[in-house]
């Protein structure tokens, strides 16, 4: 049977997902990209996506990207259009290891664990308009700094509030979701005001990271949709951010520059 793939990507995912298939537990998948193919190098979400992102197809059917290192062809380099010519693959081509999980011995290094992301919004009725004062330079407050506490609170307001949000056990929820082998992480959160409600809102960006279990974006929405049910048991969610899909995996490597750029875009400054 012919098989025809139209562009890369459908290449590297109908390769993986049919090698895969034959992996032995303790087998190995190598597969060799040119500079940038891979997205190992990303260090923002848009050059991962400019990748071909190859540990997405490869959680998808099972596989974890378990090392990336450099890699210099022994062969002949040749296009592929008749023509005998060499082509470029750029000054630093790598090698993508992928396996099957080995359980919690073969735990992947940070960098390469695939990550999906969402937000949960708690909504905290009731409270003083005081809470609700700009700081020095006019902006809203964003975050849990005790000088806020000091300055814009009454002492029960101050109990009242923090109670609520620290005496949920968000990260006892989401481990009782999770299965093991998925690493979760609350790399951000922040109050906002909600001028329309009144409502102070409590947001925790959540992190599901393969550790040494594959991760499907499938599967970590099925995490998100069961955490909203069960902490809606406890507290108010804000409606128009329920149900909204993770986000499209990408590698640990770039949170930090994720949660940066949707800071200064505003995601943490104020409501929609």
Same mark, same amino acid.
């Given at each position: 049977m012919e098989l025809t793939f139209h562009s890369p990507i459908e290449l590297i995912n109908g390769f993986l997902k049919s090698a895969s298939e034959f992996l032995s537990p303790n087998g190995e998948i190598h597969v060799a990209l040119c500079q940038g193919q891979g997205g190992s190098s990303a260090a923002t979400l848009n050059e991962w996506k400019d990748s071909w992102t190859p540990s997405i197809f490869a959680g998808e059917h099972g596989l974890l990207l378990s090392n990336v290192c450099s890699y210099q062809p022994i062969y002949n380099l040749s296009s592929h259009r008749g023509k005998d010519r060499g082509f470029n693959i750029g000054e630093n081509p790598k090698m993508y290891i992928f396996e099957k999980s080995? $359980?919690?011995?073969?735990?992947?290094?940070?960098?390469?664990? /695939?990550?999906?992301?969402?937000? @949960?919004?708690?909504? %905290?009725?009731?409270?003083? $308009?005081? @809470?609700? *004062?700009?700081?020095?330079? $006019?902006?809203?407050?964003? #975050?849990?700094?005790?000088?806020?506490?000091?300055?814009? @609170?009454?002492?029960s307001q101050t109990d009242s509030l923090f109670n609520v949000v620290d005496g949920l056990p968000i990260m006892q929820i989401i481990q009782e979701i999770v299965p093991e082998g998925i690493r979760v992480e609350v790399p951000d959160r922040k109050l906002l005001h909600q001028e329309d409600t009144g409502c102070i809102l409590v947001i925790?960006?959540?992190?599901?990271? $393969?550790?040494? &279990?594959? @991760?499907?974006?499938?599967?970590?929405?099925?995490?998100?949709?069961?955490?909203? %049910?069960?902490?809606?048991?406890?507290?108010? /969610? &804000?409606?128009?951010?329920?149900? *909204? /899909?993770? #986000?499209?995996?990408?590698?640990?490597?770039? /949170? *930090?520059?994720i949660v940066k750029a949707n800071s200064s875009l505003g995601l943490f400054k104020k409501t929609e």
């Open positions: 080995k $359980g919690p011995l073969f735990k992947v290094p940070k960098a390469h664990q /695939l990550c999906t992301r969402h937000e @949960l919004h708690i909504m %905290i009725p009731n409270i003083d $308009g005081s @809470l609700y *004062k700009s700081n020095n330079k $006019g902006e809203p407050m964003s #975050s849990f700094s005790p000088i806020y506490k000091e300055e814009l @609170l009454s002492s925790y960006f959540i992190v599901y990271c $393969g550790e040494y &279990r594959a @991760l499907r974006r499938s599967e970590t929405d099925a995490f998100r949709c069961d955490l909203e %049910i069960e902490v809606e048991k406890h507290v108010t /969610l &804000r409606e128009n951010r329920r149900g *909204k /899909l993770v #986000s499209k995996p990408f590698p640990y490597s770039i /949170l *930090k520059s």
